[in-house]
């Protein structure tokens, strides 16, 4: 080839070279790495704040139910609970969720139920701070409404534990019906440590609590119960299968079961451990673990029963109404967790919105989100102090008065509260827009859980059928009711109204045929239970408060929704409060 030949022309750009800038392109070029990962206008972590300190509410029920005296430690259960590592905690239960392992890796059927440490971690701390037993084991003028307040505060973070935590407050009545098992049983429920292993139960430094009442044949429905019991000298040995058993890892559970040789086939109570005293597993297989909504955290299971070991507790063949008494103090702490679980959404919420801001404005400096969460607050305040007026009646020096009160208003409460628990959670996740609806933030979890506490011990239609049971059988217990609500009378003729139309239709009720009488027993149940809150809130909460709950729940223009309150609601005053 000539020297003088040309070259071949080079390419433009060579495969793996950028083309040449030009005019046109050079503002295209990649900006420097990390310029959009600057995080604005998003609201601090809610962490190291005093749930205790910081509702008011709350804090105002305990000093007027009479429980001002436990003020320092709930502050130190508020201050704990609101931290960052025990939100860690109760996010981490929830998410590593238990574990059935039915055999060791040897073969031997083991039945254990194995829970992320962070369930360990935050069981062990309410049962540190009394959430279980402390009303029992410290009886005072007081103790069952601070009790309540410990275990709300609980509650409120992580929900899943509170049902042991419940059973154990709940099975002390139950076991005082049998002296021998109370003297030996009662001391182990009364301590303060927590051991989560299956051992000896008097090697251990406190012990929890569950119950198996149902069955796949009959539900709710525990009439119809199959599992059998056979007496034999010092006990007796069931058999059966149970569709519902709460807290399987727990250390022993009040269980129903048919008495094998009564020519009526009635129903006991028997008290199961779950491991004997001589450190012997008895026969308690955990068939599956129940793949649930919500209540994630707490394990809820199947088991079979083969030859169990058990007491009885109670009178023979009145094994219902032996248990009934347990299911009475899970049902008040239905309320109180669902109340709980109000506070949480509404916490959240206004956290958000008082740290967020659109459209050239906070969100809290929006009238239509100063509405909602007003409202939300509202309800989360009404909720509230119908549980702590609950606990109070729960007191171990109530009268016979609030005994018969207690009997009705429990009842109708968990019917209120319970049903309002899952729309309350959701208008809270709304609030939150996007960021709510993610497993990020605790809002998704809440509106899972709520629903349990409606379904548990008693679904809508069961606690209406018990209201209208309990009229039938203690008519003083109406007596009772309608003397809490006169204690308002006067204070607002909306409230007077109300009041009237549930004299009205108790009244209608009692002369129904039963078929017509349970047809209308939601209605009575949830005009009963808005007059209780209605009632409360004019004793009790500010006017602003007060009034709002009332022209938005019983006045002419109320609405249907969340976020609908009277012209002129002071909203700033109630969310004082919160």
């Not at 007496?231 to 040995?237: C, P, T």
């Not at 088991?303 to 009885?312: H, K, N, Q, R, S």
């Not at 960021?435 to 605790?442: C, I, M, Q, V």
């Not at 209780?532 to 809130?537: D, F, K, N, V």
Request: with cysteine; proline share 6%.
């Amino acid at each position: 080839m000539s020297s003088t030949t040309a070259a071949p022309a080079k390419a433009a750009h060579s495969l793996g070279d950028p083309p040449p800038a030009t005019p046109q392109t050079a503002a295209l070029r990649p900006a420097p790495v990390g310029r959009t990962h600057t995080v604005k206008n998003q609201p601090p972590e809610r962490t190291e704040v005093n749930e205790y300190l910081t509702f008011q509410v709350l804090r105002e029920a305990v000093e007027t139910f009479g429980a001002g005296w436990a003020d320092a430690e709930l502050t130190a259960t508020g201050q704990h609970v609101g931290t960052a590592e025990f939100q860690e905690d109760a996010r981490l239960a929830n998410a590593e969720t238990p574990e059935l392992v039915s055999f060791d890796h040897r073969g031997n059927r083991i039945d254990e139920v194995r829970f992320h440490p962070s369930y360990h971690r935050v069981i062990g701390a309410a049962v540190a701070a009394g959430a279980h037993t402390s009303a029992w084991s410290a009886p005072r003028p007081g103790a069952h409404v601070a009790r309540a307040a410990t275990f709300s505060l609980f509650a409120q973070i992580e929900p899943g534990h509170a049902c042991p935590i419940s059973m154990t407050h709940a099975v002390v009545p139950a076991l005082q019906h049998q002296p021998e098992l109370a003297e030996k049983w009662l001391p182990r429920l009364f301590g303060t440590g927590y051991d989560g292993t299956l051992r000896a139960p008097g090697e251990k430094p406190g012990v929890l609590m569950g119950m198996a009442m149902t069955e796949k044949q009959g539900g709710s429905d525990v009439r119809v119960n199959e599992t059998v019991a056979r007496r034999v000298e010092g006990g007796a040995l069931l058999t059966g299968h149970k569709w519902f058993c709460s807290a399987p890892m727990s250390d022993a559970f009040l269980v129903l079961a048919r008495e094998e040789n009564d020519p009526e086939g009635r129903i006991s109570c028997f008290f199961v451990p779950r491991v004997l005293e001589d450190g012997t597993r008895n026969e308690f297989r955990v068939q599956r673990l129940k793949n649930k909504l919500g209540n994630k955290s707490n394990a809820s299971s199947e088991i079979e029963l083969d030859g169990t070991v058990a007491f009885p507790v109670g009178e023979a063949g009145r094994g219902v109404r032996t248990i009934i008494e347990m299911v009475a103090r899970t049902r008040l702490d239905c309320v109180i967790g669902t109340a709980a679980g109000m506070r949480q959404a509404a916490a959240e919420a206004l956290w958000h919105v008082r740290h967020r801001k659109a459209f050239g404005r906070t969100l809290i400096d929006q009238p239509a989100m100063t509405n909602v969460v007003a409202d939300l607050a509202l309800e989360s305040e009404a909720s509230t102090l119908l549980a702590m007026r609950l606990a109070a009646a729960h007191e171990d020096d109530a009268s016979a008065q609030e005994q018969s009160f207690r009997r009705l208003a429990t009842a109708v409460a968990k019917y209120r509260v319970c049903k309002r628990g899952p729309g309350h959670a959701y208008e809270a996740m709304e609030c939150l827009g996007g960021n709510g609806y993610t497993e990020d933030f605790p809002l998704a979890m809440r509106y899972r859980e709520q629903p349990v506490s409606a379904i548990w011990e008693g679904s809508g239609n069961v606690i209406a059928l018990d209201v209208l049971r309990a009229l039938t059988r203690e008519p003083e217990s109406i007596a009772a009711f309608d003397a809490e609500l006169a204690l308002a009378a006067g204070a607002d003729p909306r409230y007077d109204a109300l009041r009237a139309r549930v004299q009205r239709e108790l009244a209608e009720i009692a002369g129904a045929t039963p078929d017509v009488a349970q047809a209308g027993a939601r209605r009575l149940v949830g005009t009963m239970g808005i007059a209780l809150q209605a009632g409360l809130m004019l004793r009790y909460a500010p006017s602003a408060s007060a009034e709002a709950f009332i022209g938005s729940r019983l006045g002419e223009d109320r609405g249907i929704d969340y976020g609908v309150l009277p012209a002129g609601t002071d909203h700033e005053a109630i969310l004082a409060r919160h």
